[in-house]
């Protein structure tokens, strides 16, 4: 019977070759009708054969384009019109639906072999694309995702290329950054003057000798400035860290395959995956021992952050085989936005020999990507570059709200309808350049979703610049706790939405006490919460400077839990800092600019220092990344063993963990004991105590529901999340930890929107 149909797909459907795939649809099931772009989705209006309309329904369903993901197909039956042919017809800017704003893509094999083809017209051209790969989202202005609403407006098309877009059957259908060397982008290499030494294939060629030979190279990508170098050649490791004066964080390199990633390191099939997927995130890799790279890229870490060539810029730089691994590093000076302006590039030219830029504008910068694996439990630990700017979908009405997030590993989130969407990651708000940077791609998402914010969440901590930047906007703000913000992202990650209790393991947060929480064991859902049980507080002399300087953190605790004989621990173990030490026995003593704080990371920072790891931190989190660095190293050997803990009854309905005893016994084993035996103890009763209170927690309420979320940036640490999550699930727990967002601070403005959407809808 001939019928004709109306079909909606809503989704990411916009950007990825679908009105060209459904035409290929329409053509192998000989139906006549029209597709079409709106702010809903992709439109579909179908006429044939009752049977080949099921057809084509059922193969977008099952075998979309490898970058779409659908979200929902709706089919309604509609009059006959009797269309001749099949056309695809202009997007149309309507639709209530929250618009699907597509992600930089990776380079898509297709593409990877028409490059390197010589018969091809595109043979060695660094911005090859079509509608599987290539720039998105930096390069829209505004929406739909149209040329004339991206940077490419300014490469008018070739006649050849015309041809392709235009043509229904193409890969190149409607690829808005369609380009050849004729007409598209070309690239430049340039001095630290400025001055312009080589252009196009010339202009690579050079580059990747002068990395060989030892220089910095600033390379213009997808969505900002790298700085490269030859990951071997020690010496230009060394020369980059001091120019950029980033001492000791890990820098991520570039490897030319993955075979050639497999002689540097160990990769999982799940690992693998990540690698190799169209987002091409930095995936964080176990090295290989006695490895010929630089010792300098990851100093004092059993991992390195690895990616794999995403452009065709990148694959080119390694085509003559003369590199097989490059540092790839951002190339903003540290504490800085992404430079992503050729104008930016002021800020580089200390730190680069050399500059290879293009003329194909970025609109919106964005970072790299960075994934953690454990086994089937991947930890997104940056989401970036090829995961934004998904929405997610939420059973909780969020329309018009904004989350401003946290100070550290910022993003926001905005709020339109029944979805929410996740800005990139902007980074540490400690200036007035990263505070503008994140000003302006909040306005920017407000354009795109057209959200006129009518509330804002921002976290209860009084200093935060989320706070004074709330001030400047049109609404009325709700202000939530860091750690209830970090409960309810994980059960909204989930799709969770009953009450549940919460293992929040983190660094620093602002409690409803006025002390620093970071290590909490909480009940409740986005509605409300009840602290069950903390870690006790210890002073932090100083404050932040404390958490800049571990060891001030450690003498905190020292002088705390043994008024008798902790300043001689302390002198024992910081013999130099006898000076500060007095000073901070005083601090103490009268109570000056000394916060009480009992958090997950102040723990392991005092760990880390008592045992020697790290007494400075170079960079946020050194102290615990170090020291957790530790479990991936060796086998974990008497795994039973633990060192002693104390639960102690704090008030009548609170628990508290007492870990003094702990620390004194590692302090002893310090001056008898391998660091690698400690550390694995220390962790393996971390374990112990949190499953363990959860264990009391539950004898006292036996009433509660025995689902656990874990988050917080501690949990980063893939030991203690794997080992409490299994421990839990033994003890007949179900257990969930983050999924799509991360669980350190770059989740919080997920929870923050949920729950000042609650408590809007509760009032």
Sequence with gaps: ???????????????????????????????????????????????????????????????????????????????????????????????????????????????????????????????????????????????????????????????????????????????????????????????????????????ITRTFELIKQGYIVAIKGIGGFHL?????????????????????????????????????????SSEEDFLMSPEKPIVILKKRRGGALSQNISPGLSTIGVMLPYTPLHHLLFKENKLDCIVMTSANPSGLPILYKDEDLKH??????????????????????????????????????????????????????????????????????????????????????MIASFESQLRHYKEYLGVNEVSMAVDMHPLYASTSIAKKLKGKTITVQHHHAHHVSCLEDNGLTEPCAGIILDGTGYGEDGNIWGFEFLYGD???????????????????????????????????????????????????????????????????????????????????????????????GEAAVKLSDYMSRTQLENAGETYPYHINKSTPNQLQLDLSPRIYEIIQDKWQKPIEEIAQKFHVTLVSCCIQMVLELFRNRPEYNRTVVLSGGSFQNIFLAREIREGLKKEGFNVYTHRH????????SLGQLIIAAHRLEGR
């Design 526 to 620: 986005a509605q409300s919460f009840e602290r069950l049980a903390h870690l006790t507080y210890t002073p932090l002399p100083g404050g932040e400077k404390a958490v800049k300087e571990p060891w001030r953190n450690a003498v905190g605790m020292l002088l705390h839990y043994w008024p008798e004989n902790g300043k001689e621990l302390c002198l024992k173990l910081f013999p130099e800092k006898a000076k500060e030490i007095n000073v901070m026995e005083q601090m103490i003593a009268h109570g000056i600019n000394t916060p009480m704080a009992g958090t997950c990371g102040r723990l392991f920072d005092a760990i880390s220092a008592i045992l020697g790891i790290c007494t400075v931190s170079t960079y946020e």
């Design 348 to 433: 580089v030219q200390n730190i680069c020999d050399y500059t290879l830029t293009h003329n194909r504008r970025i609109d919106f910068p964005i970072d790299d990507s960075v994934v953690q694996c454990d086994e089937e439990h991947p930890v997104l630990v940056r989401r970036a570059r090829g995961y934004v700017p998904e929405p997610l979908k939420t059973a909780t009405g969020v329309d018009r709200m904004i989350a401003l997030g946290g100070n550290q590993k910022n993003t926001f989130s905005v709020g339109k309808g029944d979805t929410i969407v996740m800005g990139p990651h902007v980074g540490d708000l400690e200036n007035e350049e």
């Design 228 to 268: 490269a170098c030859d990951a071997y050649q020690e010496r230009a490791v060394d020369r980059l860290r001091i120019r950029k004066r980033r001492p000791q964080k890990p820098l991520a390199v570039m490897v030319k395959s993955l075979e050639a990633a497999r002689d540097l390191c160990h990769i999982s």
């Design 1 to 203: 019977m001939y019928k004709a149909i109306k079909v909606i797909v809503r989704g990411k459907v916009q950007g990825v070759g679908f009105r060209p795939f459904v035409y290929s649809l329409s053509k192998k099931y000989q139906l006549s009708g029209t597709v079409q772009n709106n702010l809903d989705g992709v439109i579909i209006l179908a006429e044939g054969e009752e049977g080949q309309l099921g057809n084509m329904v059922d193969e977008i369903k099952r075998h979309p384009p490898i970058l779409a993901k659908i979200n929902e197909i709706t089919t309604h039956p509609i009059p006959l019109t009797h269309h001749k042919g099949f056309t695809i017809i202009p997007s149309r800017v309507n639709g209530r639906a929250v618009p699907w704003i597509p992600a930089d893509a990776g380079i898509c094999d297709q593409c990877l072999e028409e490059m390197n083809d010589p018969c091809n017209r595109r043979y060695h051209y660094p911005f090859i694309n079509c509608t599987q790969c290539g720039p998105r989202y930096t390069i829209i202005n505004r929406l739909p995702y149209d040329r004339p609403h991206t940077t490419m407006k300014d490469f008018p098309m070739c006649h050849d290329c015309r041809v392709e877009y235009e043509d229904p059957l193409n890969r190149r259908h409607h690829a808005q950054p369609i380009c050849c060397p004729e007409c598209g982008p070309t690239v430049t290499l340039h001095n630290q003057s400025g001055e312009s030494l080589a252009e196009n294939q010339t202009a």
């Design 741 to 748: 967002v991360p669980c350190h601070d770059g989740g919080l």
